[in-house]
């Protein structure tokens, strides 16, 4: 009888730390941070590290300048070729604005919401550089 209390007491106590070690995984990811999203602009061409996202996950995105003329980064609906300023303006989930050729910007973000392939994009819409197909489609999962 002994053997048994000892070996569920045993059994117990490496439970207990498993499902201790587990926890303290998690927090060590949540501890982590955002992912980091590196997002380069040129003429006329958007890249990113990542095209795919989370919903809830957090996010850190750079934006560097790589061009030789001013850019900006938009993510939005795809935009439709009517679209107005204000309307693109009203429509996006975040900006990084008037970035000089060398320079970056940051931007937190967390996606709220799925969107599948053809709903949202990286898009610069400085005059001209999205008519260049200066744009990158994106999904969230």
Do not use: W
Request: net charge negative.
């Amino acid at each position: 009888m002994k053997t048994r209390i000892v070996g569920t007491t045993l059994l117990l106590g490496l439970l207990v730390l498993a499902v201790a070690g587990c926890g303290a995984k998690a927090a060590t990811s949540a501890a982590s941070g955002p992912t980091t999203v590196n997002i380069t602009l040129t003429e006329f061409k958007i890249t990113s590290s990542v095209t795919s996202f989370t919903v809830g996950a957090p996010y850190h995105f750079v934006v560097t300048n790589a061009g030789q003329t001013q850019h900006e980064l938009m993510v939005m609906p795809t935009a439709k070729g009517t679209a107005s300023e204000d309307e693109r303006d009203t429509s996006e989930l975040f900006e990084i604005a008037e970035l000089d050729p060398g320079q970056s910007g940051t931007k937190d973000f967390t996606f709220m919401s799925a969107a599948p392939a053809g709903i949202l994009e990286m898009a610069c819409h400085v005059p001209g550089h999205y008519e260049s197909n200066m744009r990158l489609p994106i999904v969230v999962k």
